[in-house]
């Protein structure tokens, strides 16, 4: 029989609506981590991320956006990283992050996102979060709240 | 285990009109995943869900190729649009490939999709695209079967998708 290679660490369907969810004290035994966030939020607000409760300016960015009539793209550093550029009510936005080799702690930590909500826009970033530490929690935020019945789940992929 | 293999398609000698997963397992809160890699007779390819080619479907398209990047979408479209695979007549053993993940499959609301893919062509003119998409499928049925085509034309021999439950 095959060895589980992906397996689902944490699963968080929000029973009320939340500005952040948090994955704290996640297993250091596998090669990357994958996060699938499905939600909506009351109000158009931007999903974002932070690592091991990290708010300094560690996160430096590359991303490309379109929105069907427009694509642009940008990068910079700041004191966290988008999932995606926008998330809104009615139709969910859908986004999957690749935290990369998430327990090393000889390199900075490369993440890939992919997301976006059908009707608004899609896009990609890339991510470098300047710290050899081991990624031990995940926080996602928005400053509006996540709509009851979104959904978090991270997985870890077998190295 | 969370990631389980449903069913691999491979496609045999002389080609198919469409890749088609049916009676797909229903696990509510689950997620689906395709890995495809393919050639067919088009760059586009055409994803539905249900059998239903209604204009049910929403979509973001982002692609780059070898000189800009731009992008297209709509709002009531009769399926999610696509470019995963390399045409015919294009580079001998090179494939396009494509991964879609469908977030929350049996769900009775919208149905959201996000794909990463390539149609790949070494890179030349008017035949490679990187491509992302976000879309939707805004009816309140769970999918229970997946079908793509090459925008009415043939998917080729050794195209092969992988249908996967993430839960």
Known sequence: MA?????????????TAASSVTFSSIDQGYGDLILVMSGTTA????????VNSDTGSNYS????????SAAYSSAGTSGQFNLTSSIRPTVPALTQTSFMDYTATDKHKSILT??????????AHAVRWASTSAIISIRVFASQDFSTGSTFNLYGVAK | MTMTLVETITVGSGGVSSIDFTNIPQEAGADLMILYSGRASNLI????????????????????????????????????????????????????????????????????????????????VGTSYRNIVAGSYTTTSPITSISWNSNGGTTFEHTTASLYIIS
């Open chain 1, 61 to 68: 960015y590359v991303m490309m956006y379109g929105n069907g």
């Open chain 1, 3 to 15: 060895t589980p290679t992906y397996d689902l660490l944490e699963s968080v369907t929000l029973a």
């Open chain 1, 43 to 50: 109000a158009g607000s931007t999903p974002q991320c932070q």
């Open chain 2, 45 to 124: 390819e055409k994803l539905t869900f249900n059998s239903d080619t209604a204009n049910n479907y929403k979509y973001k398209m982002l692609k780059g190729s070898d000189t800009a990047a731009s992008n297209n979408g709509e709002d009531a479209a009769s399926s999610i649009t696509f470019r995963s695979s390399t045409e015919l007549g294009q580079t001998a053993n090179t494939f396009g490939n494509a991964s879609i993940l469908i977030s929350n499959y049996t769900s009775t609301t919208t149905k959201s999709v996000s794909i990463d893919a390539v149609s790949e062509h070494n890179g030349e």
């Open chain 1, 114 to 123: 992919r997301g976006g909500t059908a009707t608004v826009h899609t896009d």
